[in-house]
C-alpha cells in the first residue's frame, strides 16, 4: 500500500491549498482516511478523518471551520481543502489510512502512512 500526499506549497496567510493523496490499495472504500500534521519542533497531531463512506467527519478544534476533507472512491483519492489559513498552519501534512469502520484520530489506529506534503504559510 502507498499512499502519496500531494498539493503543498507556499501561501499568503489568507490564502488557500487543497492537498490530494492518492492511495494504492485495491480495496481503498474499506479504509477510512486521514490527514494529520506536524509543525516544525511538534510533534504530529491529527487535524481531519473521513469514514470509508464519506458520511462520516471528524475535525480537530484548531481546523474546524478552515479545514474540508472530502473523498473520492472511485479515484482511490482523499482530498483536504484548506482555507483562511495562518502562519501556524504551517507543517508538513500527512495523509494516512486506516482499515475501521470508526473513524480514527490517533495515529496508533492507523495502518499506512504516507510521506507527507510542506505547507508553508508567510504571515
Known amino acids: 500500500v502507498q499512499l502519496q500526499a500531494s498539493g503543498g506549497g507556499l501561501v499568503q496567510a489568507g490564502g488557500s491549498l487543497r492537498l490530494t493523496c492518492a492511495a494504492s490499495?485495491?480495496?481503498?472504500?474499506?479504509?477510512?482516511m486521514g490527514w494529520f500534521r506536524q509543525a516544525p519542533g511538534l510533534e504530529r497531531e491529527f487535524a481531519a478523518a473521513?469514514?470509508?463512506?464519506?458520511?462520516?467527519?471528524v475535525y480537530a478544534d484548531s481546523v474546524k471551520g478552515r479545514f474540508t476533507i472530502s473523498r473520492d472512491n472511485a479515484k482511490n483519492m482523499v482530498y483536504l481543502r484548506v482555507n483562511s489559513l495562518k502562519p501556524d498552519d504551517t507543517a508538513v501534512y500527512y495523509c494516512?489510512?486506516?482499515?475501521?469502520?470508526?473513524?480514527?484520530?490517533?495515529?496508533?489506529?492507523?495502518?499506512?502512512w504516507g510521506q507527507g506534503t510542506l505547507v508553508t504559510v508567510s504571515s
Open positions: 490499495m485495491l480495496n481503498f472504500d474499506d479504509y477510512a
Open positions: 494516512a489510512a486506516a482499515h475501521r469502520v470508526v473513524v480514527p484520530t490517533t495515529e496508533s489506529e492507523y495502518d499506512y
Open positions: 473521513i469514514s470509508w463512506s464519506g458520511n462520516n467527519i
